[in-house]
């Protein structure tokens, strides 16, 4: 019986991904072996020292102590692209949103006192404050190139606006479903340079942190918008404050409230509304409770944010997975601790990710307490088990 410990509200077609008769999941599961969360902020309690994996339902792992979770040997998991179209909807609304002045002009309507008798002849009158611009033509550079930012490129792409897209780290098969038309740009300053708008799509690292900035702002063309439905401390918000203020911005949307913004007129706060959509949370629920399953069961590894991607078919009686610090000749020292318990090793597959290192191996037989113990006093390894 396997045990997961939920926080925060997970959709309900996630958890049915356990099996009753060989899952306990609940809140208040004692000792569990993972936990599965959306933005509970993992820092503030003690992880049990039972705990295997870590699944957040979303992208971002800001909330969870990742590094220290690596030094344990413990996996983490995401679910990148799962919430990729709500994501991509909410940038496509902010783009009209700002371009229209909609949210400005439907307040100035909701000010007007209907019962007057100039009503309508005011609504006439003040729809010449609230002219906008349309996007076909309007060059917009999309910082980061990540399902979501590929999927937000390529929408915009069909509403008919040129798209510069930077990503240093995209991958194979993301560049495969990027639209062709889409130029690259080598950096986000030649992304943002003579752009009508940017959105970003890239996790907050030391390297991300204020990625948009009032250097590269001024880069922009005149009158252009801010989009940030990423993570809050992308976009210096300062420096958008100060480029709205000095009419080089027309608008800023933002998810992350902007206290000192929050009764700007051209400034979009939204209550982090990202991936808040039925479809969202249960395709990031789904995808994460089978990961969660497939390595507790099987030992696989995918979408994990500290561990290689790895996935073998099962093969003979027992399967054994080790997590160990990435140094030399583990694989053979593994191999030799089995090889002395008379253990013949069927399959094998080894990887590694940063300063980890992960193997996978199905053996004929049954390896005895003794041997697990002696694979886990291996210098390095920092997590061995049996499936």
């Not at 309507?109 to 609504?123: G, I």
């Not at 020292?333 to 992960?358: F, K, P």
Request: include cysteine; hydrophobic fraction near 45%; proline fraction near 5%.
């Amino acid at each position: 019986m396997y045990r997961i410990r939920t926080y925060d509200n997970i959709a309900q077609r996630g958890l049915e991904r356990y099996p009753r008769d060989q899952y306990e999941v609940a809140p208040d599961v004692e000792q569990p072996d993972a936990i599965m969360l959306r933005s509970f902020d993992l820092h503030s309690v003690e992880i049990p020292e039972p705990v295997l994996a870590v699944g957040r339902a979303g992208s971002g792992v800001n909330n969870i102590p990742v590094d220290a979770l690596s030094e344990r040997g413990v996996v983490v998991f995401n679910a990148p692209g799962a919430n990729a179209n709500a994501v991509k909807e909410l940038v496509i609304a902010g783009l009209l949103l700002g371009a229209r002045n909609l949210l400005l002009a439907a307040g100035y309507v909701q000010e007007l006192d209907p019962e007057k008798a100039d009503f309508m002849a005011a609504v006439e009158k003040g729809k010449k404050r609230f002219s906008g611009f349309e996007l076909p033509g309007r060059r917009l550079a999309v910082l980061g190139l990540g399902a979501i930012g590929v999927a937000v490129a390529n929408a915009a792409r069909a509403l008919g606006m040129e798209v510069v897209g930077f990503d240093p780290k995209i991958s194979v098969e993301n560049a495969w479903k990027l639209d062709s038309r889409v130029k690259r740009a080598a950096s986000a300053e030649a992304a943002m340079a003579g752009a009508d708008a940017v959105t970003v799509h890239v996790p907050l690292t030391d390297n991300t942190r204020n990625l948009v900035n009032a250097e590269n702002l001024r880069t922009l063309n005149p009158g252009a918008m801010v989009l940030n439905l990423a993570r809050d401390g992308i976009v210096d918000d300062d420096a958008v404050h100060e480029g709205l203020d000095a009419d080089r911005l027309h608008a800023y949307i933002t998810d992350f409230p902007v206290p000192g913004m929050l009764d700007h007129p051209r400034v979009i706060n939204l209550p982090h509304l990202g991936a808040s959509t039925a479809e969202s949370e249960e395709n990031c629920a789904v995808m994460v409770a089978d990961q969660l399953r497939d390595y507790l069961e099987n030992g696989n590894v995918m979408n994990s944010v500290n561990l290689p991607t790895l996935m073998l078919d099962r093969k003979g009686e027992t399967r054994i997975a080790v997590i160990n610090r990435n140094l030399p000749d583990l694989v053979a020292r593994i191999s030799h601790v089995l090889g002395e318990s008379d253990l013949n090793i069927l399959h094998l597959i080894n990887d590694s990710r940063g300063d980890l290192a992960y193997t996978l191996l199905d053996v004929d037989g049954t390896p005895k307490p003794e041997t697990v113990e002696a694979l886990k006093g291996i210098t390095g390894v920092l997590r061995a088990r049996l499936l």
